[in-house]
């Protein structure tokens, strides 16, 4: 080949790089591994990561079971190792299926339009509520403090320079937005209202009511789905202006914190301020059914500074994932899936409640609760590590003042025997907490 | 047609509508274990945010799934189907020992919040991986957060900013070459700076005068892509990193193109202050048909300051955990920490390299590309004669005359069964053609290539409409994408 080139030497290919630049040294990175080293490695890795632990996690992260053919079919390599469905001709495969995801995210959360994804639920509602801004050519954002606290943490790194002021509204003693506090945060240069729903502590939100504020005062409600699953039994926010979703909980595993798939829908009066990609239906030459990537002159490649957003790679083979769990599960799964979900969240909170003080009873809930106990909540879950059982989330870091509380979460997953040994494990040494008084009181977003 | 289209034949290709068309009630492919705890109301729990009913959802089997998406996947074009020469994209062989390694338990299942001592396994991973790009790169620390290339981007742009405020000023602009991706502007923007454009030589690179002509006390940074969207090395980047120095900016170097540099040159001996990867591009990460991607920001040590939180950190005790105390970090750029799932397969894949196979894929994505433009030079015009790293550029000039641009040149290529290159980009070049084979291409796929383009070249000479009508061969013809937009159908309704 270097004939072929006219090339005397590989390294006559290297010229023009100034010489003073050339590294003349090997990398220091580990040595060449063969494929049965490597996985031994990663195995090792494996093992010191938590395998085999029943988990009482979520928080914005849940432990739902994956169908095995979600797998089987993204592995092909087809769907893998493609690019971005640029060439529509030979990318109808993703095309179409990203065509199915934006209607089931349509049909699921009430909304009109979706797109093919964003990074995370996150990133997703960081940029949900830039667009509520471009739409209402308002600048500030009113959101709620029961957002999850790492969702609070990138709108602000994302407000940070967009000239975006942010206003943290409180939760009452039911966890649901204080519709008070709502009212008096909202001016004349609020472009959104962003609340999560079913909320960071699993509450669901009076969707309607905030709705109503919001829109009274010429604002948009944004609402944030971490817990798609929810979706299959809880009401949609069909009152909301812009849905920011994460699809994580549809067949995504866990994966120590990504990839996940973050999603927009919104209203198709809105659909030009959207960011992300849209796949769109058209037809051939010979009026043959088929899809495109659409409405582009949204995007960076063709507006560049002007873009709705910088966003170029997504999250697609994720998107599939979720697809295909949306397939599968479908009209009645999805229902019957939400359902134990709900059923076990529901008698697990009675059994804590027993012996500690389960927190925000005075609205529904789906399949997360707050547990207030009188020992220090690490401690508790110390002794379930013992059990190979990781507890529910300590909330110190996040809302000090709710003292030794913690966030559970059951799903389908969870089996009788790890809730009983969980309970256990709360009775035991556990002092009454019924005696602990909430206040919750207003905090600023700490960045 | 021409007999001797050597790689692309008819198969089978089946129809297959849309999943909502197969739905029918009490068709189910899913099954949930027995409850064992009791039994709720749900009404009595959920009240009137009781959902009664899924809508259009689908009702579906497991064979009808399977079948559904393997049809749909036969209906695209994939690496693992030939060569996929697009520019500045590097659809390189996505090895499947990273889908293994990937997908064993305690990585898959890890939750981000588990305690630390129960996650020293990922921890090892993001630090190995992290002082694997550190060395690379040639930086001083990386975060590896951002979960694609454009969110690096914006990272790294943020780090710039609070970089410059802390120095008291954030400043106004970013200098941007004409040749850049449309990323660089549009991240600018968003993290409120104003965008100037640079004009590029007639070299094609950085044309140092007007960048020294253009500096100021006002520009923050110059995003560079280094090879440039031309495949061409920036020889005189060493005068553009003291340009940006001498009046106190910052170097960013847009590391899209990444494969023509690993162990050969690090951008951190160049001058380079800042810099993103794409895991997916220059470290096998599969694509996926848009994402995920991963985007970590390797930095120099002025910024490690201001690096996204959380950063992993040895702990006294010998363990790793992480630091979330920084006080001026630009915050958090997404929930958790990062696209996990990439590092582990990026990881698996500088392993299976090590220091000579990083060097030697360099060496090979670098050859590959100097071959393709030999094998095309003197068919395709070649806009500028600057030596080629991993990419290759030409023009539809000739080919124009005959009124056959670009993307009729890409949307023919197909029907020889290789994935188009990149068209129209970069924007410096009228018409352009932007090939970028990889090392993972053989010499006999790339001479497959070279006749499938050859012949194109012959057929626009001596039969333009039909290279126009092009593609010829596919499931679907060119499709209508001005309908598309006028008015967009952008999901399925039952009344259709």
């Known amino acids: ?447 | 047609m021409k007999p001797m289209i050597r790689k692309a034949t008819q198969h089978v290709n089946q129809n297959e509508g849309l999943i909502f068309e197969k739905s029918s009630p009490g068709k189910a492919a899913w099954k949930l274990p027995p409850l064992d705890v009791p039994e709720i109301d749900t009404a009595k729990l959920l009240g009137t945010s009781e959902r009664k009913d899924l809508g259009h959802m689908p009702e579906v089997s497991e064979i009808e799934i399977i079948r559904h998406f393997t049809r749909l996947s036969t209906w695209n074009y994939a690496i693992d189907l030939g060569m996929y020469p697009l520019g500045s994209c590097t659809m390189k062989y996505n090895p499947r020992v990273n889908e293994v390694v990937s997908r064993l338990e305690g990585l898959a299942n890890g939750h981000p919040y588990q305690p630390e001592k129960i996650s020293q396994g990922a921890l090892h991973i993001l630090k190995t991986l992290s002082e694997c790009l550190i060395d690379i790169t040639g930086m001083d620390a990386i975060t590896l957060q951002p979960a694609a290339g454009a969110h690096g981007e914006l990272t790294g742009l943020l780090m710039v900013r609070a970089y410059h405020e802390s120095k008291g000023a954030p400043r106004k602009k970013i200098l941007i070459p004409d040749s850049a991706h449309g990323t660089n502007p549009a991240t600018a923007a968003m993290v409120g700076y104003a965008v100037e454009n640079l004009k590029s030589n007639a070299r094609g690179m950085v044309d140092v005068a007007a960048l020294a002509s253009q500096m100021n006390e006002d520009v923050a940074a110059l995003m560079l892509t280094n090879p440039n969207t031309l495949g061409v090395f920036e020889q005189e980047i060493h005068k553009i990193a003291d340009i940006m120095h001498a009046k106190g900016g910052l170097l960013y170097m847009d590391g899209a193109n990444m494969n023509a540099l690993v162990g050969k040159v690090r951008p951190g001996d160049f001058g380079v202050d800042l810099m993103h990867l794409n895991l997916h591009k220059t470290f096998s990460t599969p694509h996926g048909g848009g994402g995920p991607g991963s985007g970590p920001v390797a930095i120099k040590k002025m910024l490690e300051p201001f690096l996204p939180t959380p950063v992993v950190i040895t702990k006294p005790d010998g363990t790793l955990g992480f630091e979330y105390d920084r006080p001026q970090s630009v915050g958090r750029v997404r929930a958790f920490y990062g696209n996990f799932g990439m590092f582990v397969r990026a990881l698996a894949y500088t392993l299976a390299n090590g220091p000579d196979g990083l060097r030697q894929t360099t060496e090979d994505a670098v050859l590959n590309a100097n071959y393709i433009r030999k094998g095309l030079e003197g068919i395709y015009d070649l806009p500028y004669s600057t030596p080629t790293m991993h990419e290759v550029v030409f023009s539809d000039k000739v080919q124009a005359k005959k009124g056959v641009k670009t993307m009729d040149i890409a949307k023919r290529l197909i029907d020889y069964g290789f994935h188009p290159y990149t068209t129209a980009f970069p924007l410096i070049v009228p018409g352009a053609l932007m090939i970028e084979p990889t090392e993972s291409e053989s010499v006999e796929e790339m001479d497959l290539f070279i006749e499938a383009m050859k012949s194109i070249a012959e057929e626009v000479e001596e039969d333009p409409q039909m290279v126009l009508a092009a593609p010829h061969t596919t499931r679907v013809s060119r499709l209508d994408e001005t309908a598309a937009a006028r008015k967009p159908v952008l999901r399925w309704k039952p009344t259709q």
């Open chain 1, 1 to 447: 080949m270097l004939k072929a080139i006219g090339a005397g030497s590989i390294d006559d290919l290297f010229a023009p790089i100034p010489a003073e630049y050339r590294l003349n040294r090997d990398l220091k990175v580990p040595r060449q591994m063969a494929e049965s080293e490597i996985v031994d490695w990663f195995r090792e890795r494996s093992r010191e990561n938590g395998e085999a632990y029943a988990t009482f996690l979520g928080a914005g992260a849940y432990y739902h079971y994956r169908p095995v053919i979600i797998d089987s079919l993204i592995s092909r390599g087809e769907f893998l190792t493609a690019y971005t469905p640029y060439q529509a001709e030979i990318s109808q495969g993703t095309l179409q299926s990203i065509f199915e995801f934006q209607t089931m995210i349509c049909e699921l959360t009430g909304m009109e339009v979706a797109n093919a994804s964003m990074y995370d639920g996150s990133t997703a509602a960081a940029e949900a509520a830039m667009m509520a801004c471009r739409v209402t050519g308002r600048n500030s954002v009113a959101v709620a403090r029961s957002v999850h606290p790492e969702y609070r943490e990138v709108l602000a790194t994302y407000a940070h320079h967009q000239g975006m002021p942010l206003v943290t509204v409180p939760f009452t003693e039911n966890a649901r937005l204080d519709l008070k506090q709502l009212e008096r945060s909202i001016t004349a240069d609020t472009a959104c209202v962003l609340i999560q729903s079913p909320n960071f502590f699993g509450t669901i939100e009076d969707v309607a009511a905030v709705a109503d504020i919001a829109h009274k005062r010429g604002a948009l409600l944004v609402v944030s789905i971490a817990e798609a699953v929810s979706l299959g039994i809880v009401e949609p926010p069909r009152q909301a202006d812009i849905i920011a979703m994460e699809a994580q909980s549809f067949g995504v595993p866990l994966g120590f914190g990504g990839p996940y798939c973050g999603v927009i829908a919104t209203r198709e009066q809105y659909v030009r301020q959207m960011p992300g990609r849209l796949v769109g239906q058209t037809t051939d030459r010979n009026g043959k059914r088929g899809f495109v990537l659409t409405l582009a002159t949204r995007e960076q490649h063709i507006r560049r500074e002007k873009a709705t957003s910088n966003i170029c790679t997504n999250q697609a083979l994720i998107a599939l994932m979720a697809n295909i769990f949306m397939t599968i599960y479908g009209k009645v799964g999805l229902r019957e899936l939400a359902k134990q979900n709900l059923a076990k969240a529901a008698y697990t909170s009675q059994e804590f409640d027993k012996h500690a003080k389960v927190l925000f009873s005075g609205a529904p809930r789906f399949n997360e609760f707050v547990v207030q106990t009188g020992e220090d909540p690490y401690a508790i879950n110390n002794r379930l590590l013992e059990h190979k059982i990781v507890g529910g989330l300590p909330l110190k870091k996040f809302y000090p003042e709710l003292g030794n509380a913690a966030l559970w979460c059951c799903t389908e997953m969870t089996t009788r025997a790890a809730i009983d040994t969980a309970v256990e494990a709360v009775a035991k040494n556990g002092r009454s907490a019924r005696s602990i008084k909430e206040q919750p009181d207003v905090q600023e977003v700490v960045r």
